[in-house]
């Protein structure tokens, strides 16, 4: 934390954004007041910081109100549901849900409840959505109450006039086009326990098929190229909570074996939490995820991990080293990955316009002109980034897993 004395003006301008993106702003600003080091930061800094944590906690405010609200209605109409991440991460996860970057509600619902569900949305106001094409989810139901658009400055990612959406989902797990099948556990619904926060009850995940969830939804988003580093904070500071209770890490490792994938996604998942935040893995959870963590991953994360976490958004497609690793068929291998390194599917509109006046058109095309020249150039960087990284990738992994690195 003494580095921050050293950061000139430059390199907090440098910095703010990318801050702001990896969702771990506010947990810099609450880890510099825990250590009473607010000498640290320039006042301008501090300033900026506090006013983003008293947004958030306003727009948190109300988040909480419309969440309760859709509890109830979920209820009345006999709608079987779970809450999954978000709220639902307080405080095993996270302390403080001030802290926590939150712009949206995820439940898991029974599959006879699934209708229900979508029709309690539609009557309270919200409307169905189309996901970015190409990724949508088998299974899930993405609504929003308002027009999706992205923030127009970083403060903005705290402010409460965002776009915020409800996702509905079938199970722990639902593919898009990263074509991996893994074997989940199926009775996540029929699992869950109460839980109290802020004066709101409402039933969530088992704690272990919690920790499954959060290194699914880290898992998922590598695959997407880039995954907020708090993701991976929130994971090591659970690991912290629980690392002596040897009941529950065994309860857990149970709920991993003999599915399909998990042990792996997991090793995977707590090796980034260790590198990027030290998270104190227990002895023996160490020991079995090691175990069933192939060379390749291990390698990734030595040699990528640190860049790729740090890398802004849309990330690094350098994730595609790590993806591969969980599609062992060499033909799909090669569908999957010219699908992913050069998309054919038209972009996502992410602005639009409740205002009919020519001005607003107008803001609203540009707008939208600007985000598919931005992600054409991600593409195209990422693409021949990866192609660079690809023959030298094979030869280092090649001499790890001889041992001769």
Not at 23 to 45: F, K
Not at 303 to 308: F, I, L, P, V
Not at 339 to 363: D, F, K, M
Request: glycine share 6%.
């Amino acid at each position: 934390m003494a580095r921050l004395r050293t950061f000139s003006r430059r390199d907090w301008q440098q910095t703010l954004p990318w801050l702001d993106d990896s969702g771990l702003a506010l947990y810099l600003l609450d880890r510099v007041n825990r250590s009473g080091l607010s000498q640290t930061l320039p006042d301008e800094i501090e300033s900026r910081l506090r006013g983003n944590l008293d947004s958030n906690r306003r727009r948190l405010a109300e988040m909480k109100e419309e969440f309760g609200s859709l509890n109830r209605r979920f209820e009345s109409a006999e709608v079987e549901y779970v809450v999954l991440k978000g709220f639902a991460l307080i405080p095993d996860y996270c302390p403080d849900a001030g802290l926590r970057s939150q712009y949206d509600y995820d439940y898991l619902v029974a599959e006879g409840s699934l209708a229900k569900a979508q029709q309690v949305l539609e009557a309270t106001g919200y409307s169905q959505k189309i996901q970015s094409p190409g990724f949508e989810k088998v299974g899930a139901s993405l609504f929003a109450a308002q027009s999706l658009h992205l923030p127009s400055s970083d403060e903005d990612f705290y402010s409460d006039d965002l776009s915020r959406t409800v996702e509905l989902h079938l199970s722990l797990w639902e593919p898009n086009q990263d074509r991996i099948r893994l074997e989940t556990p199926a009775d996540a619904v029929d699992r869950t326990t109460l839980t109290t926060w802020e004066g709101l009850r409402f039933p969530v995940l088992a704690d272990e098929d919690a920790l499954i969830l959060q290194a699914l939804h880290a898992f998922q988003h590598t695959l997407d190229y880039w995954c907020r580093p708090s993701c991976f904070l929130e994971i090591a500071y659970f690991i912290a909570r629980r690392r002596c209770d040897s009941d529950f890490w065994e309860r857990f490792r149970l709920r991993l074996k003999g599915r399909r994938y998990l042990s792996e996604i997991v090793g995977l998942v707590f090796a980034m939490a260790a590198l990027l935040f030290k998270a104190p893995i227990p002895t023996e959870v160490r020991g079995w995820t090691k175990e069933t963590l192939p060379a390749a991953l291990s390698l990734w994360v030595q040699r990528h991990g640190w860049n790729w976490a740090l890398a802004r958004f849309p990330g690094s497609k350098l994730s595609l080293l790590v993806h591969r690793q969980f599609v062992e068929d060499a033909d799909l291998w090669k569908e999957v990955m010219l699908s992913r390194l050069i998309p054919i599917h038209r972009p996502a509109r992410v602005v639009e316009s409740g205002n009919p006046t020519l001005s607003s058109r107008t803001l609203a095309t540009w707008g939208q002109w600007r985000y598919v020249c931005s992600r054409l150039k991600f593409h195209v960087g990422g693409a021949l980034g990866y192609a660079w990284e690809l023959p030298r990738w094979k030869l280092v992994l090649h001499r790890f897993q001889r041992g001769d690195c």
